[in-house]
């Protein structure tokens, strides 16, 4: 079974193959490395990525900017599998926090034993401008506030569904009714979209412009029955 200390030899052996000087266990840091006109570089050694070895890693970075995560390559075809869904968002973090992260094969007898998947650097994050247009515009859309924060496994109810809502109260009474009645009745614009689309399949067209509330329509106002007085007065 592996140990940490098998990672050793390899981080040291690719570090001194760049002119480092590499001691093992300066206060505290499991990998320390000097050369001249060159950052001091820290490197924090485990089996597997965990928040102990983030964290571990960011406190080594009041001694230098040049701090790397270290673990052990996946060795049977689960863990490899494990680590190739799970690789992006490891680096993406370590990105996020200015890390290095290394991948090191200590019993590999080809190639490499140690891979630098990322060299810290700053982060600077680029705000995604069409994002956060649509981060407001569904914020300013949303009649209330419907979900809980933290909630998995439940619809989320959008602005898009609280328009499809609206439609479909329109539709609850009267066998059915042509487009422009639906949209004047449920004061939602995109009404016709939301029809022709039938996201939900809760409508259904009887003719060209007419449409009448589908068995699933039904359904879907006793599912969403605690919301609907928000959505119309006449809806209770």
């Not at 109260?169 to 979209?193: F, M, N, T, Y």
């Not at 399949?201 to 007085?229: C, K, M, N």
Request: with cysteine; charged share 25%.
């Amino acid at each position: 079974m592996a140990k940490e200390t098998d990672l050793y030899a390899p981080v040291k052996a690719m570090l001194e193959g760049r002119g480092y000087t590499v001691k093992a266990e300066v206060q505290g840091c499991d990998v320390v490395a000097r050369k001249d006109d060159a950052p001091v570089v820290i490197v924090e050694l485990k089996l597997a990525f965990s928040l102990d070895l983030v964290l571990q890693g960011i406190s080594r970075q009041n001694l230098t900017d040049d701090v790397y995560l270290a673990v052990q390559a996946p060795d049977t075809a689960l863990k490899r599998k494990n680590w190739r869904a799970r690789q992006r968002g490891y680096v993406k973090l370590c990105r996020m926090l200015g890390l290095g992260l290394m991948l090191v094969a200590p019993t590999s007898a080809k190639g490499r034993q140690t891979d630098i998947l990322l060299d810290p650097a700053p982060y600077a994050p680029r705000q995604n401008k069409r994002r956060q247009t649509r981060l407001i515009a569904e914020f300013l859309a949303r009649e209330g506030d419907p979900n809980t924060g933290g909630a998995n496994r439940t619809k989320i109810i959008t602005a898009y569904r609280q328009d499809a809502l609206r439609c479909a109260i329109v539709l609850k009474c009267p066998d059915q009714l042509k487009v422009a009645e639906i949209r004047a009745g449920s004061g939602v614009p995109r009404a016709a979209s939301i029809l022709q689309k039938n996201h939900y399949g809760w409508f259904e067209r009887t003719e060209r412009g007419v449409y009448r509330l589908s068995p699933a329509g039904r359904e879907g106002l006793q599912t969403y029955a605690d919301i609907l007085p928000s959505l119309d007065e006449t809806a209770s």
